[in-house]
Nanobody
Framework: QVQLVESGGGLVQAGGSLRLSCAAS???????MGWFRQAPGTEREFIAA????????GYPDSVKGRFAISRDNAKNIVWLQMNNLKPEDTAVYYC????????????????????????WGQGTQVTVSS
């Protein structure tokens, strides 16, 4: 059984930075991980993903160049470094694990889909003030 616990959220001013952590228990090092966010009244939005080796990452245009995902498989931790935060980044941030994104073709095609992820954390709130 996999459990994911996010931490590091909080209140920050626009232009500031936060680093989110996702601590995983269980067997996680062989699987891709992702970060999503959800603001009230919106659908869950893909933010970042990383392959099991850490050699490949993916981001939507909305955060590319500002956010960076990384992982340490020995420690079972995934991070999301968020820089130059904007008020529109305000949301609950979730980390997730996917057992389905092993093949490169599927990674490229489906890494942004919440349906590809099997386990989710409880979320951490990020609020960016203007």
């Amino acid at each position: 059984q996999v459990q994911l616990v996010e931490s590091g959220g909080g209140l920050v001013q626009a232009g500031g930075s936060l680093r989110l952590s996702c601590a995983a228990s269980g067997r996680t090092s062989s699987y891709a991980m992702g970060w999503f966010r959800q603001a009230p009244g919106t659908e869950r939005e893909f933010i970042a993903a990383i392959t099991w080796s850490g050699s490949n990452t993916g981001y939507p245009d909305s955060v590319k160049g500002r956010f960076a995902i990384s992982r340490d498989n020995a420690k079972n931790i995934v991070w999301l470094q968020m820089n130059n935060l904007k008020p529109e980044d305000t949301a609950v941030y979730y980390c997730a694990l996917s057992r389905n994104l092993q093949l490169p073709s599927r990674w490229l095609r489906s890494r942004a889909s919440p349906d590809e992820y099997d386990y989710w954390g409880q979320g951490t709130q990020v609020t960016v003030s203007s």
